[in-house]
C-alpha cells in the first residue's frame, strides 16, 4: 500500500486517476480548489487547496508519500494578438509555478518513502506547433523543462516524469467537445481516430507512479492518440 498525492481531482483526470489508485487499495490525499468532493472511499481523502495562493499548506499529509501527481491546468485558445500579457503570467502562475510549491513543500515527505515518483502534465501542443496554442504551449514547455531538470537533481532517490496528452473528453475541454461536430472534427484528427478519455491519461499517471516504471525517469510521455509523432 502506497501513499499519493493527486492535486486537482475534483474531475477529469485527477478524479479518474484517484478512483484507480484508491480502489487499489493505496491511501489517497486529493485536492479540490472550489467544489468538495465527497471521497469514493476509506482510502481516498480530499481537501481544499488554491495553489495560486503566495503560501500554500500541505499539513493533512502524513510523514511520508511515495508519489504526487499535479493535475491543475487550463486550456485557453486565443490568437497570440488578443493575449494579454497577464494571461500568460496569470497561466504560468498555475501550471508551473502552482507544482514547484506543491513540489517544495512536498518534497521532505517524498525523500522518505523508497522510489517516490512525481508525474506533471505537459500538452503535445509543445511539440508540435497548433495555432492558437501559444498560451499553453508556453507554460507547459516550462513544466517540460522543470521535468527534466528536477530528474537530473532528484534521482535517485525521486523520479520525475510527464505526460503530454492531445485532446481529451474531459470538463476542462468542454467547449471543444460541446457538439457531436466537434467530437467527430477532432478525432480524425489523431491516428487513432478517437479523442483520449480521462482513464487513458490515468492509466499512464498510475503507471508512472508504481513501481513498475522504476527504471523511467526525465521523460515526456506522449499520450495523445498517435498526433504528436504520426502523420497520416
Known amino acids: 500500500m502506497a501513499k499519493y498525492l493527486v492535486v486537482g481531482a475534483s474531475s477529469g483526470i485527477g478524479n479518474a486517476l484517484v478512483n484507480q489508485l484508491s480502489q487499489q487499495g493505496h491511501l489517497v490525499y486529493a485536492t479540490y480548489f472550489k467544489n468538495e468532493i465527497i471521497a469514493p472511499n476509506a482510502n481516498t481523502s480530499f481537501h481544499q487547496l488554491n495553489v495560486l495562493e503566495e503560501n500554500i499548506s500541505l499539513e493533512f499529509l502524513p510523514e511520508s508519500i511515495n508519489g504526487i501527481v499535479y493535475c491543475p491546468g487550463s486550456i485557453n485558445l486565443k490568437p497570440f494578438a488578443r493575449i494579454k500579457p497577464e494571461d500568460f503570467e496569470q497561466d504560468y502562475k498555475l501550471q508551473l509555478i502552482g507544482a514547484v510549491k506543491v513540489i517544495q513543500a512536498a518534497l521532505p515527505k517524498l525523500k522518505e518513502a523508497d522510489n517516490a515518483s512525481i508525474v506533471l502534465f505537459s500538452t503535445v501542443a509543445v511539440q508540435s506547433g497548433l495555432n492558437f496554442h501559444s498560451l499553453v504551449a508556453s507554460s507547459k514547455g516550462a513544466v517540460e523543462g522543470l521535468t527534466r531538470a528536477l530528474a537530473a537533481e532528484l534521482a535517485p532517490k525521486i523520479r520525475v516524469n510527464c505526460i503530454a496528452p492531445s485532446l481529451t473528453d474531459t470538463p476542462l475541454a468542454a467547449l471543444l467537445l460541446n457538439t457531436d461536430q466537434k467530437k467527430e472534427a477532432n478525432s480524425l484528427r489523431h491516428p487513432l481516430k478517437r479523442i ?33 509523432s504520426i502523420k497520416l
Do not use: R
Open 196 to 228: 483520449g478519455s480521462a482513464t487513458d491519461i490515468a492509466n499512464m499517471a498510475e503507471f508512472l507512479l508504481s513501481d513498475k516504471s522504476g527504471w523511467i525517469t526525465g521523460q515526456i510521455l506522449h499520450v495523445d492518440g498517435g498526433m504528436g
